[in-house]
């Protein structure tokens, strides 16, 4: 007989685990968090009932053939005997009698998202054992009633109504209203009904062979890791189907055992705000999952210091150990039994934006992680979503005056959430995907069932639970705003309406949810972004991510020489952004679009007057007014930016876009002819003849760009004055001034050839005639496939290159992005065509590669080549990744963006640490 894979590991073999996965990742996938947390815990000597782990590789095989794989069963039988004699008790011996929980693990934990069965082991005869020898019948009966629910529910999928229905007929016909009312022998007639409740729905009788029931339990376990809810978790957090569960068994401990007796769970630092307190609540007399569930109300961990010191100091000495061994904030679940404390559960807690800076930075200053760990642990979506708007200062003053302040719950997930309310998940989550509404979920509380409805909302509000229950662990994890335990609001399900007071909300109706304070408002709060000066741990981390992205070796170019990773600039076109992005920590201005300055009420005019002048002179004229006002904003933006470099890009879009509408033109003169007013008629159809002379069918590939300075070059050598004039003058103020002229939309080196010198020219000129020195460039955007593929030439004439990837995106795929986004990307991305929005995300392997290779290309012309990238995806974590490894000196985003872009930089400096720039794929 060949001997059989080993498919279980006790809690004391967590080594041999470790050699045979090779790491403690490895172990993590081998034994799932749950598992290795509970062998870890065990072999540093924390007191964990004794058990063992059956391996997400039996999982696994369990799913290809629906079977125990060879050996399984046998090896877990033989563990189990290892336990009895740990324990010195026997499974299914009514004298002394063995329990064990079969409880699921991945190796990433999905909160509530599998199955777990606790108190198996119990049938007919040892019930009674068990009740004789603890002397506590109640304790005895009620946790035989708990394994028959559990089996119904979890084994064989019955709904909790199947047992709850009972349970509360009977609490009725006695006229109680707790369970802790219920008796010894209340437990035992409700064994009676929940037996024949189990026959009537399964088809057979409740196993009494234990080890049936160890069988049916693991089993369960393996399927629920293919249940809906599992499947819908691992597609909403990106984890793999491939994992699978593993599965533990456990000892049972029990906290249902009277007033010395109790179970809870906790959190070693507060997963909301980060505060460096213990966080979590027990209850006295339960079992398992009464306090996660929210459905009774726990008290405060603190209370346990004065009921049980003793269990509770104990506690607090073990999490700190834990927490200073994983070196992160731990989710603890324990169990105290007569006073003895047992640790049932450790693991990395779940914490919201707020929180995972916090800690990352606290640990920093607490000596336990580095810099650079802290910097890992912080996600560019943990920065966005702290970044996200707040309610308005004034408009929450002003709510508690007028009376659309509703109620105040739990603080559980912060955030700003304005929404229709929906009463259940499947309707929150219709109304917001078919009916693109902004939607509310409310309910009493949440189950697992119900986390689409949560992730399709707004914001979650509960009228029950307190801060560790399911709704407020699901809407920490997924940034959603979420206030629990609002026990003012009355929640009428059949209705469909919540009250609070005399004020009635139905369902469809708008409220405003405040996950920061807690509180909940009638109608729609308005919110504003918040201000980023007072996140004062965000700004330290920012700080230590740009000092990783300017570490001199972080990137080694193809010659060889090293280089620090990407900076990050912002595209800002009036100085009021330019503020902002300094403010948000840019050290530049990688776009600043002119063309804005143009629309300006006063401005339009005279720009029209300019574009229709039918001589060289009159255009001139119009440009020389216009000149002032240009020279202005650009004074403001050096000002504001001073210091660091300003890249403007010369006017880019059609002309036809600061023209009046041809249409509604068209319309005013046939008016004017048909009712005879003949004042001012003949302007307005000359205009109305200018501008059909100007239409073209494809403007955005027509006359624009560096195609239309060349075309009618006044324009551009105006912008150049005023660029340079403003420089001049800012410079004379003691404001160091670095411009770089940007030449949009260029195609071949011949149109750089013919237009650059001139403006080189004037900008000579300007800067002799002021006396006057600064460093400035010349260069161009790179937009235009053509333009990529004979970088080479081009960085003849142009110092840098700034990557416009909207544009280059449409040029490459052939695609007009309005249109694509209107009608087949969406079916593409769902189809597979595309692996994700080339707008939102770049492609690497198309538009990507041209920009790999013009940088290349260009960088062998002229090495000193300055490249960005200016296109919204400067912006995304993904693309600067790219940006990073292909050798971008900076990538520019929105200002609202750029802390999103320093984390990431930093991210990608750290994943590519010390390699070199990649030349090719
Ligand atoms: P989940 O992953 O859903 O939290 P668990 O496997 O952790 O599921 O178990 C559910 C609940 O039952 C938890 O509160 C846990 O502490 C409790 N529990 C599990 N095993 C035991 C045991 N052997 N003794 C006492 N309580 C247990
Ligand atoms: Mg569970
Ligand atoms: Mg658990």
């Known amino acids: 007989m060949t001997e059989s894979k080993k498919w279980i590991y006790m809690f004391e073999e967590v080594s041999a685990a470790e050699e045979y996965a090779g790491s403690w990742e490895g172990v993590r996938g081998l034994l799932g968090g749950k598992g290795s947390g509970l062998a870890d815990m065990t072999r540093a000597g924390v007191p964990v009932p004794p058990g063992f782990t059956v391996t997400t590789e039996a999982c696994n095989e369990f799913r290809k053939t629906g079977k125990f794989p060879e050996g399984q069963w046998d090896q877990e039988l033989a563990a189990l005997k290892v336990v009895e004699e740990q324990t010195g008790k026997e499974f299914g011996d009514a004298k002394n009698p063995l329990l064990v929980s079969c409880r699921s693990g991945a190796k990433f934990s999905m909160p509530g998202m599998m199955n777990t069965i606790l108190n198996i082991g119990l049938n007919d005869e040892v019930v009674e054992g068990l009740s004789k020898l603890t002397g506590n019948p109640r304790f005895a009966w009620d946790s035989y009633r708990r394994l028959v629910e559990m089996f119904g529910t979890t084994v064989f999928n019955l709904d909790d109504e199947t047992f709850e229905h009972p349970m509360a007929e009977y609490k009725a016909g006695k006229g109680y209203k707790l369970d802790t009312e219920m008796t010894a022998e209340d437990w035992k007639a409700l064994v009676v009904s929940f037996k024949e409740v189990f026959k009537k729905h399964v088809g057979f009788d409740f196993p009494q062979d234990v080890n049936k029931q160890l069988e049916l339990a693991t089993k369960a376990v393996f399927e629920s890791w293919m249940g809906k809810k599992a499947i819908d978790y691992r597609k909403a957090t990106n984890i793999s189907d491939d994992l699978g569960t593993a599965v533990n068994i456990v000892t049972m401990v029990f906290g249902n055992m009277g007033d010395d007796s109790g179970t809870g769970v906790a959190f070693t630092r507060n997963p909301s705000t980060g505060e460096k307190k213990m966080m979590g609540e027990y209850l006295l007399n339960a079992q398992g999952e009464d306090v996660v569930a929210g459905i009774r109300n726990a008290d405060p961990i603190e209370h346990l210091g004065t009921r049980m010191p003793e269990a509770y100091n104990q506690f607090m000495d073990i999490t700190a150990k834990l927490e200073k061994h994983y070196k992160d904030m731990q989710d603890v679940e324990f169990t105290i039994e007569r006073g003895k404390l047992w640790m049932l559960q450790t693991r990395n807690g779940k914490r919201t934006a707020k929180s995972a800076i916090k800690i990352a930075v606290d640990m920093v200053n607490e000596g336990m992680i580095s810099k650079d760990e802290a910097i890992l642990r912080v996600t560019t979506d943990n920065v966005d979503t702290l970044l996200h708007p707040q309610f308005d200062e004034k408009a929450l003053k002003e709510a508690e005056k007028n009376g659309t302040y509703l109620a105040k719950g739990v603080n559980a997930s912060p955030g700003a959430a304005v929404g229709q309310i929906y009463f259940d998940a499947d309707k929150a989550e219709k109304m917001a995907k078919e009916g693109k509404q902004d939607t509310i979920m409310v309910r009493p509380f949440t189950k697992p069932d119900d986390v689409h409805g949560m992730i399709a909302s707004r914001g979650v509000l509960t009228s029950e639970g307190g801060a560790t229950s399911h709704a407020a662990v699901v809407a920490r994890q997924f940034g959603i705003p979420c206030v629990v335990g609002a026990t003012a609001v009355k929640i009428d399900l059949e209705k469909r309406v919540m009250k609070v007071g005399d004020k009635v909300i139905q369902e469809g109706e708008w409220i405003s949810v405040d996950g920061t304070t807690g509180r909940v408002y009638a109608g729609k709060m308005p919110t504003s972004a918040p201000s980023i000066e007072e996140q004062t741990e965000l700004l330290t981390l920012l700080t230590w991510a740009d000092e ?95 210091g660091y470099p300003v890249i403007i890009r010369l006017i880019d879009p059609p002309l036809h876009e600061f023209m009046p509408d041809e249409e509604k033109l068209f319309e005013e003169v046939v008016t004017m002819r048909v009712l005879k007013q003949t004042e001012g008629l003949g302007a307005k159809e000359k205009l109305l003849n200018s501008i059909k002379a100007m239409h073209e069918s494809n403007p955005m590939m027509g006359l624009r760009g560096v195609r239309l300075s060349i075309y009618m070059p006044q324009i551009v050598e105006m912008q150049v004055r005023a660029i340079f004039e403003a420089a001049a003058d800012c410079t004379l103020r003691g404001i160091v001034v670095k411009p770089e002229i940007m030449i949009p939309l260029t195609g071949t080196v011949n149109e750089l050839k013919w237009i650059q010198p001139r403006l080189v020219r004037i900008a000579k000129t300007v800067t002799e005639e002021k006396k006057i020195s600064f460093s400035y460039k010349f260069g161009t955007m790179i937009e235009i496939p053509r333009a990529a593929v004979t970088a080479a030439e081009i960085a003849e004439y142009a110092e840098f290159f700034s990557f416009g990837t909207n544009d280059l995106t449409q040029m490459t795929f052939g695609y007009s992005r309005d249109d694509a986004e209107r009608n087949f990307l969406v079916q593409y991305v769902a189809e597979g065509i595309l692996p994700k929005n080339p707008f939102q995300t770049l492609d690497r392997e198309g538009v990507g590669r041209l920009m790999q290779m013009s940088i290349n290309d260009g960088r062998k012309t002229r090495p000193d080549l300055e490249v960005g990238i200016c296109g919204e995806h400067g912006g995304d974590p993904d693309s600067i990744e790219w940006c990073h490894m292909i050798g971008n000196n900076y990538v520019s985003c929105s200002p609202f963006r750029v802390p999103i872009a320093r984390l990431a930089a930093a991210h990608s400096a750290l994943k590519y640490s010390g390699r070199k720039i990649a030349e090719d794929k």
């Open 548 to 642: 990783i992205a300017a570490r001199p070796d972080i990137r080694v170019l193809p010659t060889g020489e090293k280089s620090r990773g990407l900076m990050v600039w912002a595209n800002a076109d009036y100085p009021k952004d330019a503020r902002r992005a300094r403010a948000y920590g840019a050290v530049g201005i990688g776009l600043c679009r002119t063309e804005h300055m143009f629309f300006e009420t006063e401005r339009l005019p005279i720009v029209q007057r300019m574009i229709l002048a039918e001589t060289v002179e009159e255009r001139k004229i119009a440009l020389d007014e216009l000149l002032p006002s240009q020279r202005k904003d650009f004074d403001g933006l050096f000002e504001a930016m001073n």
